[in-house]
């Protein structure tokens, strides 16, 4: 870490190390291409178009983020912020600041200015100068003028300037450039004079607030002394009453106490107690190992009891006489077993933890195994099936949440420490939102407050760390965060990674009539549906397939001899065959025909009340819709444009590429999205055109421009305030408000503006038009449609593996008994494990991948595309235990010991490298890769020895994470950063943050809550 002293630290929320699409050294040589700088979003900011104007240098707002080394990306990416703040950092920030002592009695002393901080650093021609040598340095030449412009001039990208702040970041005589200082300031001089107005605004505000607090110190002295002499009257009067002692003078906040506004200090503590930097608990071998073996006799033991309870109920239903017998004991043994799947979670909570408490205990440990035994039962219990209906939020309750009338919650990632959440009544959450109650740090579980008051409204794809705290009527944008010790105040609207203020109403859709007796009727329903007709359908269906299926009713009867080995195989296959191609028949016929008859039924803009009749079919159109099958077979190749249109997109004239969009979109309603022509769409992207509130929903067109490009991992709303030719980087905040932006890039949260597209990313023009574009499109979608034949029998070579282990084991089940189908949970977890690791292994031929810079006609991409379709679902069961590196260790990670992953995903396995005893958190995402306006661009990223990487956070490729560094939850680092040891970085983009040391207890306080039935979280 650079000393304090000799550091410029860059203020507001809207700093951030930027890059662009641009970026990407991929052979072990980086190059450099222009870019074209965009328009500014902010009014008071502009991108400079000739090199003698200088940007007028913009007061960012209230938290101060420090910028520290690392390089930033290489990206032409770059939006504007959504709002205005203040270029101020906290007085501790300067480390030039000081204030008199004052005595404890006495006349109040005045408050003593102090001097400003000594020169540590040259002076500003000496700035410029060193700062054009580095960036002559970094890009090869003898010199740069100090009027040149980075991009037009200098035909420099993002990647080249990242590596250019990376270096000056290095330099304690230096200030601390970020690429979006970059961006605003396209020039040395131009940069230079904007760290000068920072330095002097920041001294300005280190003066303020040295006399702020000596006059605090002052009046808190003033009130120790009269207590003192109050004190001392009344003993004189009371000799025997003892006197308060000298330390219960109120005293002003700790240095480093953050600042909260008067609304949000309310109500609730929330406890805050381990700085985030901190190092890795030490674990010893034999306690990884037993862990890791607890783990395994634990799901071994809740196989054997599934697998005996399943038999015994077999037995008894297959003895009954008559259809309605039949149907009568499927419904008492299939409710039996949804009931019991149900409590189980409920009671080994209780049983095992009791009340969850703010507290911390190290992985691997005792502690943690009953975390992950509770944990791994609510994740596989059916009511995570029953998200957004009512039944959901009793079910929370029962777990110990304290929730409030009218909540609607629509997120599928389940709570785990639920008596850490509180929701008010009429709050709402949309789905992807991750609302945990814990986080894993530094090999440690931390468990905190999560506190959510009245009519909250919290947006898709946002995560909440621990100890965070919502007021009444507060919103929390899409593609947000709220970073631990943040509250929200009431009624405010926030967004961003960090979130921060702002304007934009994400409420959208009126209230409707919906009170608890429409939730009642709604959820009765739902149990009479499933408890009359799917359970006693589905258990005494599959009954009937068994006894009339000859493959399998033979195998049954005890007057049937065993078969040969010819015959098992001759049924495994046909009944595999016969059960792929009838998913994927009815499957398709099903995604075809009934969203179209649902829509008939919900019409566009209108607003209707949840629990009812169009809110069920609206729930089943999605559900079925989002089935991940068919774009997974569909995405990356020409043939997912006929898919999507099928189900009702809107593709306008389609431009085929041969990869219009990925292998992952979600939508509410097919029916109402639209896609402009020539746009391109890469994974991750979830079209949201349903707003919902706590009483209803309404369906909206969400159009998407022509000839835009999407990255990784975007929520974009109906209303999203862009239109042709944008370049939307990943993970960005799609703008609601402002004018429409056309023709640049858009990145971060809250967004900004970057150019829409570089010189590097052009330089495959001539292999998108003319016949060119024709025969290599014919190749891709030749090559396109083996590689979708193939993972149609690797998949189905899998049905048929599971189906003959399945007719093997009714083989041997009159022989062993109950243990063979206890056996058979393991041994498809296993055997499907290392199915698909070999497959993986066989089409990369076993050998690594290597970085590569192409076109995707290039063939070396069809192949990265096909790897991508390698079924990965199978990772999630290992999700917290050392199986998980195990795993990863065999699809070719280079992973070190002791690696805690809870459910991290990597895209690229060989370009990754983890370190030992790093920690990985659920959601977050690894992807060594990027496909821009296609040109692909791949490279490796390492993370050193006890990296953390937080919720929901996303590393790019060509990254570099030194040993303990952390990255803050929902964080995008992007491509080619180089994160020091030891420190923090966090925000979309992320940046070096301040010194990570928590605030101490009580600090930061959560917003009252009113709901009668929804108590306040008190600190336990």
């Not at 002394?225 to 308060?244: C, D």
């Not at 019409?603 to 069920?616: C, Q, S």
């Not at 990145?747 to 570089?758: H, Q």
């Not at 303990?964 to 964080?971: E, H, K, N, Q």
């Amino acid at each position: 870490m650079v000393e304090q002293s000799s550091k410029i630290h860059i203020s507001g929320p809207d700093d951030g190390a930027i890059s662009g699409p641009d970026a990407g050294a991929l052979t072990g040589r980086r190059t450099t291409v222009a870019a074209e700088p965009g328009r500014g979003c902010d009014p008071r900011t502009e991108w400079m178009t000739r090199p003698e104007r200088t940007a007028e240098a913009t007061a960012p707002a209230a938290e101060r983020i420090q910028t520290t080394g690392e390089p930033v990306q290489r990206t032409a990416e770059e939006i504007r912020p959504n709002g205005t703040a203040d270029t101020t950092a906290d007085a501790g920030g300067t480390g030039g600041s000081t204030t008199a002592p004052v005595p404890a009695t006495g006349p109040e002393p005045a408050a003593v200015t102090p001097e400003p901080p000594a020169e540590t650093g040259p002076p500003a021609d000496g700035t410029e100068r060193e700062l054009a040598a580095a960036l002559a340095d970094v890009m090869g030449t003898e010199s740069v003028l100090p009027e040149a412009h980075f991009f037009t001039d200098l035909g420099a990208n993002s990647l080249v300037m990242a590596q250019f702040c990376a270096r000056v970041r290095k330099r304690p005589d230096l200030p601390s450039p970020s690429m979006k200082d970059i961006y605003k300031n396209p020039t040395i001089r131009s940069l230079t004079v904007a760290f000068a107005e920072q330095e002097r605004a920041r001294t300005a505000e280190a003066q303020a607030q040295a006399q702020a607090d000596a006059q605090a110190q002052t009046e808190a002295q003033a009130q120790a002394a009269e207590a003192q002499s109050h004190s001392h009257l009344t003993a004189e009067a009371h000799p025997l009453q003892p006197q308060p002692p000298a330390s219960a003078a109120v005293m002003p906040p700790p240095h480093g106490t953050p600042r909260t506004t008067p609304a949000a200090t309310s109500a609730v503590e929330a406890p805050l107690s381990t700085p985030d930097l901190v190092a890795p608990l030490p674990v010893r071998p034999l306690t990884h190992f037993l862990c890791g073996t607890f783990q395994a006799l634990f799901f071994l033991a809740y196989s054997f009891v599934a697998g005996f309870v399943a038999a015994r109920g077999y037995e008894w239903i297959a003895s009954s006489k008559g259809l309605l017998t039949v149907y009568t004991r499927s419904l008492l043994f299939g409710g039996g077993a949804f009931l019991t799947l149900c409590a189980v979670p409920v009671l080994v909570k209780w049983l095992l933890i009791g009340r969850w408490k703010p507290r911390e205990f190290p992985v691997w440990g005792a502690t943690y195994l009953r975390f992950w035994v509770v944990k791994v039962l609510l994740h596989a219990n059916p009511m995570a099936l029953m998200v957004g209906n009512p039944l959901y939020v009793l079910y929370l309750r029962a777990l110990g949440a304290r929730i409030g009338k009218n909540v609607t919650i629509l997120s599928r990632t389940v709570p785990v420490c639920t008596d850490l959440l509180t929701i008010g009544e009429g709050t709402v959450v949309r789905k992807e939102a991750y609302l945990l109650g814990y986080r894993a740090h530094a090999g440690r579980i931390q468990t905190g407050r999560i506190t959510l008051g009245r009519d909250v409204f919290i947006g898709e794809k946002t995560a909440l760390d621990i100890d965070t705290a919502m007021g009444d009527g507060a919103q929390l944008g899409h593609s947000s965060a709220l970073h631990r010790g943040q509250a929200v105040p009431d009624g405010a609207r926030w967004h961003g990674c960090p979130a921060e203020p702002a304007q934009v109403d994400y409420l959208r859709v009126a209230p409707a009539p919906c009170g608890t007796g429409r939730r009642f009727r709604y959820g009765l329903m739902t149990l009479a549906q499933l408890f009359l007709l799917y359970v006693p359908v589905g258990v005494g269906g599959l009954y009937m397939v068994f006894t009339e299926v000859p493959a399998i009713g033979k195998r049954l009867d005890p007057q049937t001899a065993a078969l040969s080995r010819s015959e098992l195989l001759y049924d495994a296959l046909i009944l595999s065959a016969v059960l792929f191609a009838g998913f994927l028949v009815i499957g398709a016929a099903a995604l075809v025909t009934l969203p179209r008859l649902f829509g008939l039924a919900l019409k566009p803009d209108r607003v209707y009340p949840l629990y009812g009749f169009r809110y069920a079919l609206h729930r089943t159109s999605s559900r079925l819709t989002n089935i991940k099958f068919f774009s997974w077979l569909c995405g990356d190749s020409s043939y997912i444009v006929p898919y999507l249109k099928s189900i009702g997109y809107d593709l306008s004239r389609v431009e085929q590429t041969g990869s219009n969009f990925g292998t992952e979109v979600q939508h509410e309603s097919p029916l109402l999205v639209k896609v402009g022509s020539g746009t391109m769409v890469a994974d991750g992207l979830s079209v949201l055109n349903a707003d919902f509130s706590s009483t209803s929903f309404k369906l909206s067109r969400a159009e998407i421009g022509p000839r835009n490009f999407l990255g990784n991992n975007i929520a974009y709303p109906a209303g999203g305030r862009t239109g042709d030719n944008c370049l939307l980087a990943t993970k960005v905040m799609v703008p609601l408000d402002g004018e429409i932006r056309e023709g640049v890039g858009l990145l971060g949260s809250p967004c900004f503006e970057i150019p829409r597209s570089v010189e590097r990313d052009s330089r495959f023009d001539d292999l998108r038009t003319g016949e060119t574009l024709r025969r290599r499109l014919a190749a891709k979608n030749r090559y396109n449609l083996r590689s979708m034949v193939l993972m149609l029998f690797v998949r189905w070579a899998h049905t048929f593996g599971l189906t003959l282990l399945a007719l093997a084991s009714v083989d041997l089940y009159g022989v062993v008994g109950h243990v063979v189908i206890a056996l058979y949970l393991a041994l498809t977890l296993t055997l499907s494990t290392l199915y698909y690791v070999a497959a993986e292994q066989l089409l990369r031929r076993f050998r690594p991948l290597t970085p590569q810079l192409c076109s995707i006609y290039d063939p070396v991409f069809w192949w990265h595309e096909r790897l991508w379709k390698i079924p990965s679902e199978y990772l999630n069961i290992f999700n917290g235990t050392p199986f998980k590196s195990l795993v990863w260790r065999l699809l070719g990670v280079p992973i070190g010991r002791r690696v805690f992953d809870d459910g991290c995903y990597l895209t690229e396995r060989t370009l990754a490298t983890i370190g030992d005893e790093c920690t990985l958190n659920l959601g977050s995402k690894i992807q060594c890769h990027s496909q821009e306006d296609g040109t692909f661009k791949s490279d490796g990223t390492v993370l050193g020895a006890g990296c953390t990487l937080g919720v929901a956070s996303h590393v790019h490729y060509g990254v570099t994470m030194g040993d303990g560094a952390v990255l803050a939850p929902d964080s995008f680092l992007m491509k080619g950063e180089e994160v020091s040891a030891h420190t923090r970085w966090g925000g979309n983009p992320a940046v070096d943050l301040p010194d990570a040391a928590a605030p101490s207890p009580g600090a930061v306080r959560a917003p009252s809550l009113s709901a009668s039935d929804a108590p306040a979280a008190t600190v336990s």
